[in-house]
Each structure stands twice: as C-alpha cells, then as structure tokens.
C-alpha cells in the first residue's frame, strides 16, 4: 500500500521537478501522513512538523505543499512528478500569487490549514521585531537594561497590535479602545502631510498623531486641529535644524502640548518627534547608518538626543527596532559590527538607493511623503 507524505518546498524547487522530472527532497521538509488523506484537513500538527523547514525570509507565496504517494517509508528520498498527487498553497493570498506563475495546466488546490499557517505568520512577523530591536540597541550602543524598561511602557500587546493592523492593512477605528494606545497611532504613523522635513515637520508629526489619537484616527478632523493649533503654526516659521533644541523650545513655549500628551503617556512629546524622525529617515529602505537629517549625520543627532533625553530616545529606538524588524536593520548591524567575512572598507549594498533627508528635491522645504503600507490610522 502506498504511504502519503507532505512536503514544504520553495516554488524554485517545484520549478526544478516540474522541468527535471524529479526532485531531492530533505528530512527537515517532508512529513508523514499517519491516517487516510480524506482526514489530512484535521491534522493541523502536520504544518508544525512542516514549518521547521522555512526560512525566517521566506514569504508564504514562495512556499508550496506537495501531496506525493511513494511505496517506501522514507523521509530522505528522490521524488518523481508522477508522485505528485496535489500542491497546497499556505493560504489564499498565497494561491493568488502562485497560480499565475505556474504552468497552466497545474491545478492548485485551496489552503489545507489557512488558520494554522496564519498564526504561524505572525509568530514570526513578531519575531523579527523582537530581533528588530535587538539589533537596534546594538547599533546605538544603548545598554540591555535600559531598553528592558522601555518593553514595560512598549510592550508586546502594543507591538502584536501596531504588526497586526499593519499587515492586514485594517483601521484602528474598528478595534477595541484598550487597543487604540497613544504609542499604536504612533508607530502605525506614516506621514499624510507634507510636513517639512526637519526639525519642525518631526514635531508637527507628532502633534498631528496626538490629534490622530484624541479624534479616534479621523483624518479630517486631526488635519483641521493641524491648522488651528499654535503650536502647529511656530512649528511651520520654526528654523531649528537641532531636533533637541527644537524640544526644548516646544516644552518652554508650548507647555501645555507636553503637559497633555505626557499625561497621556509620559515622554510622548519627546519620543514621538524622535520616532518620526527616525522612521522617516529610513521610510521603506533599510536602516541606513550613513543618511543625513538637513545636512546633519543621523548618529550625531541620535548621540545628542541621547544625551538631551535619554529614557525618550531609548523608547524612539525601542519602537524604530519594533517597527522596522530584523529584515530591515540587519545591513546596519552588520556594518556597526563589521562582520570578519566582509572585505576591507566594504560599502553596504543598500547605500545610495535613497537620497538622504537633505538631497530631496521636492519643494523648497525639502518636503515629502512617505508611503509605506501600514493601513489607515
């Protein structure tokens, strides 16, 4: 009697059987199927088995299950295209993706265990910020204990909901109030304006975030607070180019903005510009060591602000590791720690892709909006 076996293989290595005819298949890839195939569906364990095989990097669209039959019981074997009895995208975004790529002729059958595989997703989303902002304290030489304390303001039910609405591309507005903290609108912030891109736009960011927050992610409405705050209209006349200076001035001119968002949550009006500043240096790039701020390296600017506001820039690290993940701040990490394996003076391959915050041209203010995929607020 043939046994039934499920295998997890990239779509590069089903190309390869496709073409060849056969294929090698690893251990770590391939799974037994203990009862009749008609039952597979109830087996959600066999994906657990299965997962061990993929890649931190690799995307579910990458991914494809094989149905194979074989004689033999073996897990390390050579499987033949007539073995082949099905393929299995991980969910349906997935089956979106694949069947284009593949030959017309090959059926693709629906998800075996959608739910499974997306819960396995988004262990790993939050993996990798976990790692995000491990590789940012190393970056910025920030000490473990200090970004410890920084995980009890921003803490993993704040990241599970930023990473959540994030992906799934969902609005805050519908989620329950103990979801919509001051620190989601934050992180979730991409900007919607064209706010200057210096010291100031960083402050008007924030500001417009705590509008964001106070009229429950109305767009409309965070806008109009915008153009009748006092604050906002020092903010666009402001030419402070030192993000620092440009807080200290806000908290002796405009006390009651960081009166009232630290009574919300203590330091916002510190870390948020910092934030903004920091993730809208990187935008959809790759943490870069190298960009400049209007002419000011990036590094300098962190090391004053370290100095100026330790434990808010602290929480604008945390939350920039969070947000951006592993994926995004590894090229940085590994030119900070200049790995053995690099060539001499080696230069980042990612370097030059983006004009830094002082070579944009769009407007005279230098002005721009960033566009990343993080759903409406």
Known sequence: MKKEYLALISLIDFDKLFKNGRLQLGQSHV????????KVREMPFLFD??????????????????????NSFDLNSIINIKEVKGLYPLNEEAKRRIVPRL??????????????VQKFIEGKRFESSM????????????????????SKIIDNDIIKVVLDNAYSGTSLLGRPLEERSLWVYLMRYRRYSMFPKN???FILDSAYVEFLYEHGGDTNKASQG?????LCKDMYGHSENSLAKLIQYVEEHHPNFAEYTDSIVKDFHVAAPVYCMLIETAGDSFLDLDVSVN????????????????????LALYMLGAVLGYEKTYDALYKKERLALFKKDEVSP????????????????????????????
């Open 295 to 314: 002419g000011i390296p990036l590094q300098d600017i962190v090391k004053e602000l370290l100095m100026q506001f330790p434990k808010a820039t602290n």
């Open 103 to 116: 030959d017309s002729r090959v059926y693709v059958n629906e998800p075996l265990w959608p739910d499974k």
């Open 49 to 70: 088995q299965l997962a061990n095989g993929i890649c931190d990097f690799e995307l579910p669209f990458e991914l494809i299950i094989l149905h194979y039959q074989k």
């Open 350 to 377: 990612f370097r030059g892709k983006r004009p830094t915050n002082g070579d944009t041209k769009k407007g005279k203010n230098n002005l721009k909006e960033t566009t990343l995929d993080f759903g409406n607020v």
């Open 131 to 150: 790692r995000g902002i491990d590789n940012v304290r190393k970056i910025f030489g920030i000490n473990k204990e200090e970004f410890k304390e920084c």
């Open 199 to 201: 010291a100031s736009g």
């Open 31 to 38: 799974v037994f199927v203990p009862e009749p195939f008609n």
């Open 226 to 230: 915008i153009d009748q705050s006092s």
